[in-house]
């Protein structure tokens, strides 16, 4: 630990400004606030178009004064100051900072106006230039600002005067991440008084010298200077860079780290056996395994053969057969006497997997509930379900049959991760479909073993090399990258019922059609019933700007649309069935067991579907509300049709407005079904805290410059730096400083008790 940098603020900045630092920032120790970088910088001279200026938002801006009027109020006592602001050549423009890339269509001026604004009337005089820091409203079509903070630029607040006015021209503004109370200027002056107060030589530098001079860096302690106090935009560019990839080199060693702990680990070997139920498994599959995952099984043989823990990513397409590995990895287990733990996001997948996996396995599933009345021991295996929602009774015979072994597959939902449920002997955990499964989730799982268990990590999202570098860095990677034979493509249309109302009955039409050719179709809804949150599984975050929406939409749900599509004239008397989580159990698979058998030909469901539900004649999927889902539960529901051999079709229906952003998922999954470009654009309008997802939370620090999409070359460097640091000394011993950076990354909050106490 630093002394420097743990110190209290005040002891920096005084009492005032710590104060204030605190109250509106959060921050209290001088590490923390040297951290605190600005977002973005201004330059004086350029001016962007003002369409830019996001709306509803803390915006940072730079603009001239084009008039100032007072007027007094009549209705009560005061006066108002209104004052147009517009860039230098009376063209419309302004520079504008912060924010998201909502572009509407505005005016080229923007009307400021203050109340009681004494001291704007006395300064914000004609043609001087200002920064003004608040919330861009829209009043009939007249874009404005009510009492911003402003600072007037041409008595130039951010020189120590007597400077070269051409310097001060180029010299960049800062912009900090500000709140309503505490606009940028001011954080930016307590930042220069703690640049000027800090020893920054002495603050301890995590990069090696090594490292620092192939990469040319400046020294620490010049690019905190530079980040904040930059005279060119050079400056800050190359403090940005050096203090980036700090960031980068610090989470890369937590992850190198733990990889060589993990595999120094010792786990129990589970050796395949010639003539165990995996044998008589493969011996019954109806398909033969694509080469893929031909190879991928192979690879899992040989680390669950091990006795150090396999610790493995799976990624695959919806529908590249990544159960049936998974199954048979299993299976291996089971066999060499462990069991195995299959996890999935929600109750409604985990009993589905339940149903498929005893359907797949045939013969060679035992049941829990009739514990060994079917065949012998060795030629077939105990599936047995575990979760919150089963009678008590069930339940508590489940847990039992997983604490004395009796139970060879276990699947349940992170559940299954609570202190009261243990195992006799679990040697490998599945988790299925869960791409926001952090590190502490599986440190959790993998303390469930006497030894550490093997690990497989499914998810059918395609995760960028970055990603699975910071989020999945400390496991292995195997790809499925082609589908079973006979799935034939599918195409996605966007209906947008704001433009074409007329569209709503031509999708019962269309689904007529597919009906009359033999076909059947898929109905889901965001909702189940009129006053509900739908069937969102946890692990999908909700998309971007569902909060913004209009909330007194009525949304389609499931009982509404089975109603509505009872009396539909185009559908008279085709047989459709509801499908949701909330029906008993007895329902839900007599409903699946009809559709199944062709019975049923129209499902109206949820998001149950999404994973798991395989019917080949099924052709086509109506969204209803597909702005309410993100992008890759989209992609994973449209995987439910197409998959017979039968051209599949997927509409999109959305009620919004086409220049809504939220169209622009329902565009991309449109656009293409390639995962992969999917997850990239997914990813791009998500914000980078989802994408870190649970690896940042649980007292975590949040990366502040590294960039997991933008900055692949970075992370892959300090990748690489990181593995060697590590490779050569493991306890970091001659690396304190970095030892320390990553104890304080990876547990931020301890630090800080630990300072405190
Ligand atoms: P994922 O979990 O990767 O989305 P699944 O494991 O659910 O995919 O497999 C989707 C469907 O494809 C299942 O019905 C499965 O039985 C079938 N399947 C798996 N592998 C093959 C194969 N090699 N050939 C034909 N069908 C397969
Ligand atoms: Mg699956």
């Keep these: ?48 178009p003002i369409s830019e200026i996001p709306r509803d938002e803390e915006v940072t801006l730079i603009a001239r004064v084009l008039s100032s009027s007072t007027r007094t109020m009549r209705a009560r006592r005061g006066s108002i100051t209104d004052v147009v602001v517009s860039d230098d050549d009376g063209k419309a423009g302004l520079r504008v900072v912060g924010g998201t890339d909502y572009r509407g269509k505005v005016p080229g001026t923007l009307k400021i106006s203050f109340f009681n604004g004494y001291r704007a009337k006395a300064e914000l005089l004609q043609g001087r230039r200002a920064l003004f820091s608040g919330k861009v409203t829209s009043f009939n079509g007249v874009l404005g600002l009510t009492n911003p903070d402003f600072h007037v630029l041409d008595e130039d607040p951010f020189s120590d005067g007597g400077q070269d006015p051409e310097k001060l021209a180029a010299m960049p503004i800062p912009v900090y991440p500000a709140t309503a109370k505490l606009p940028s200027w001011k954080i930016q002056k307590v930042i220069t008084t703690l640049l000027e107060t800090v020893d920054l030589a002495s603050l301890p530098d995590p990069v090696p010298p090594k490292v620092a001079e192939r990469e040319k860096f400046l020294s620490l302690a010049q690019a905190y200077r530079l980040i904040h106090a930059p005279e060119t935009a050079a400056d800050w560019k190359r403090a940005r860079e050096r203090l980036r990839y700090h960031e980068a080199l610090v989470l890369q060693s937590a992850l190198a780290r733990r990889r060589a ?63 049936v590995v998974a199954l048979r990895a299993m299976l291996q287990v089971v066999d060499a006497g462990g069991q195995a733990a299959l996890l999935a996001p929600t109750e409604v997948l985990a009993a589905q997997h339940y149903d498929s996996i005893r359907r797949t396995l045939g013969p060679l599933s035992r049941d829990g509930l009739l514990g060994g009345l079917a065949g012998p021991d060795g030629a077939s295996v105990q599936v047995t379900l575990l979760t919150g929602s089963m009678p008590t009774a069930a339940r508590k015979q489940a847990m ?43 440190d959790a799982l993998r303390a469930k073993a006497r030894k550490p268990p093997h690990l497989l990590v499914m998810t059918a999202t395609p995760i960028p090399r970055t ?10 990677t195997s790809t499925l990258d082609e589908l079973p034979k006979g799935r034939a493509p599918i195409t996605t249309h966007l209906v947008g019922l704001s433009e074409n109302p007329a569209w709503a009955g031509r999708i019962w039409a269309r689904a007529r059609e ?33 909060e913004s929406d209009d909330a007194s939409r009525e949304l389609a749900s499931v009982a509404a649309v089975v109603e509505h599509l009872s009396t539909e004239p185009s559908l008279a008397g085709v047989p459709l069935a509801p499908l949701h989580g909330r029906q ?114 649980g007292g975590r620090s949040t990366l502040k410059l590294l960039r997991v999409l933008e900055h692949e070359d970075v992370i892959a460097r300090a990748r690489e730096d990181a593995q060697d640091i590590v490779g050569k000394d493991p306890f970091l011993s001659s690396h304190p400083e970095l030892a320390d950076a990553i104890n304080k990354y990876l547990n931020p909050e301890k630090e800080a008790f630990l300072e405190r106490g």
């Design 1 to 48: 630990m630093n002394a420097e940098l743990d110190l209290g603020l005040e002891r920096r900045i005084g009492k005032r400004s710590a104060a204030v630092i605190e109250k509106h920032l959060g921050i209290t120790t001088v590490e923390e606030l040297l951290n605190y970088f600005p977002r973005r910088y201004l330059t004086r001279g350029e001016l962007t």
């Design 261 to 323: 702990q993990l595999a120094s680990e010792e786990a129990t070997a589970r050796r395949p056996v010639a003539d165990g139920v995996r044998a008589a498994f493969d011996r019954s599959l109806p398909f033969t395994l694509t080469d893929g995952q031909a190879a991928v099984g192979k690879t899992l043989a040989a680390e669950l053969a091990q006795d150090t823990p396999m610790n493995r990513l799976l990624q695959g397409e919806v529908g590249s057969g990544k159960t």
């Design 400 to 442: 039992l049959d997983a604490a004395s072994g009796t139970a060879g597959i276990v699947i349940g939902t992170h559940a299954l991760l609570s202190d009261n449920v243990s195992f006799y002997d679990l040697g490998l955990i599945v988790v299925d479909e869960q791409h926001r499964f952090g590190v502490e989730q599986r």
């Design 467 to 476: 990603v699975a570098m910071t989020v999945f860095g400390d496991l292995e």
């Design 514 to 546: 597919e009906i009359d050719a033999g076909h059947q179709v898929y109905v889901v809804c965001p909702k189940i019933g009129t006053d509900d949150d739908g069937d969102f599984s946890p692990g999908e975050a909700e998309p971007p700007g569902l």
């Design 584 to 697: 008993d159990p007895e329902v839900k698979s007599a409903t699946m067991a009809g559709f199944v058998g062709n019975s049923v030909k129209l499902l109206v469901s949820t998001t149950v579907i999404e994973v798991g539900v395989d019917v080949h004649n099924a052709t086509l999927m109506v969204i209803l509300d597909a702005d309410r889902f993100g992008i890759s539960q989209l992609h994973q529901l449209r995987g439910r049709v197409g998959r017979g051999g039968l051209p599949g079709t997927c509409l999109l229906v959305t009620a919004l407005e086409p220049a809504h952003p939220s169209r622009r998922r329902l565009e991309a999954v449109a656009a293409t079904t390639d995962g992969f470009i999917l997850s990239q654009e997914d990813l791009k309008l998500r914000r980078e805290g989802d994408i870190l997802g649970a690896s940042q939370s």
